[in-house]
C-alpha cells in the first residue's frame, strides 16, 4: 500500500521560510519522480517543483529562485524548503510520487 505522508505545513509570515517533508512508502523510491504541488482555494491543483530520480529538478516560474526541492533516498523522503513566502503562497501542498499516487496534503499560509 502506498503511503506519502507530508509534513512542516504551518502559518508562517511573509518573507518567512518553512520547510515541507514527504516521507513515502509502499514505492521503490529512489527510481520515482517526486513532485509537490499545491492548490489554493478556488484556482486549480498546479505544479511547484519536481524531482527525478537522478537528481534533475524543475520548478514553476513563480517560486524559482525562491523554493528549492531535495531527495534523500535513504529516507524515502522528499523535502521542499521554501524561503521568501508570499501571501501569494498560501494553499494545500500535496505530495505526488510518479503519475498515480497522492499525498493528503499540508496547509501553507502565509499571513501577518
Known amino acids: 500500500q502506498v503511503q506519502l505522508v507530508e509534513s512542516g505545513g504551518g502559518l508562517v509570515q511573509p518573507g518567512g521560510s518553512l520547510r515541507l517533508s514527504c516521507a513515502a512508502s509502499?514505492?521503490?523510491?529512489?527510481?520515482?519522480?517526486m513532485g509537490w504541488y499545491r492548490q489554493a482555494p478556488g484556482k486549480q491543483r498546479e505544479l511547484v517543483a519536481q524531482?527525478?530520480?537522478?537528481?534533475?529538478?524543475n520548478y514553476a516560474v513563480s517560486v524559482k529562485e525562491r523554493f528549492t526541492i531535495s531527495r534523500d533516498n535513504a529516507k524515502n523522503t522528499v523535502y521542499l524548503q521554501m524561503n521568501s513566502l508570499k501571501p501569494e503562497d498560501t494553499a494545500v501542498y500535496y505530495c505526488?510520487?510518479?503519475?498515480?499516487?497522492w499525498g493528503q496534503g499540508t496547509q501553507v499560509t502565509v499571513s501577518s
Open positions: 509502499g514505492i521503490i523510491f529512489h527510481i520515482s519522480t
Open positions: 505526488r510520487a510518479g503519475f498515480s499516487f
Open positions: 524531482i527525478t530520480s537522478a537528481g534533475n529538478t
